[in-house]
């Protein structure tokens, strides 16, 4: 007996399940691609859990921020964690908290200019890989320990 396409009972093909396997988006590629070997270094190096800001653009381009602690406070105020020296940023602007497991969340905490993520004002919103801050002159890039975005570096 030979098996034809037709025959559904002898049928060739199989589904495999890949669900677990998440290729990054074309947006957290190309801002892979963008990063020089330095900035993929230390972000290949984070612990797990931990998370990073990198400044892509602003008066601070270049600067990496760890995020491996419960609150981080973003301000121009000397005394912020993330310290953002310029007149677009209010004193104390926004928190990114760290909770449980591997959840980061913004928070703007009453800001003048207003906390963006991923280009739309927002009072509240969890982060994930590329997700992008803008926090008044200052665009953020946010990173996280993931098997994803290490396969890419």
Do not use: Q
């Not at 034809?4 to 990054?24: G, M, Q, V």
């Not at 020296?85 to 104390?92: E, G, L, P």
């Amino acid at each position: 007996m030979s098996v034809t396409a037709e025959d559904p009972k002898h049928d060739l093909t199989s589904t495999i399940n890949l669900s677990s396997l998440k290729a990054l988006s074309p947006h957290v590629s190309a801002i892979m691609d963008s990063l020089s070997e330095e900035e993929r270094s230390v972000l290949a190096k984070l612990p797990p859990g931990s998370a990073m800001l990198l400044v892509v653009s602003g008066p601070a381009r270049g600067s990496r921020f760890l995020l491996n602690i419960g609150s981080t406070r973003i301000g121009r105020s000397p005394e912020a964690d993330i310290f953002l020296d310029d007149v677009t940023v209010s004193r104390s602007h926004a928190v990114v908290e760290h909770s449980v497991g591997s959840n980061y969340l913004v928070k703007d905490v009453g800001s003048l200019n207003g906390t963006y993520v991923d280009g739309v004002v927002t009072n509240e919103k969890v982060l994930s890989n590329g997700s992008e801050l803008h926090i008044g002159k200052y665009k953020l890039v946010f990173f996280i320990n993931d098997k994803n975005l290490f396969a890419k570096l």
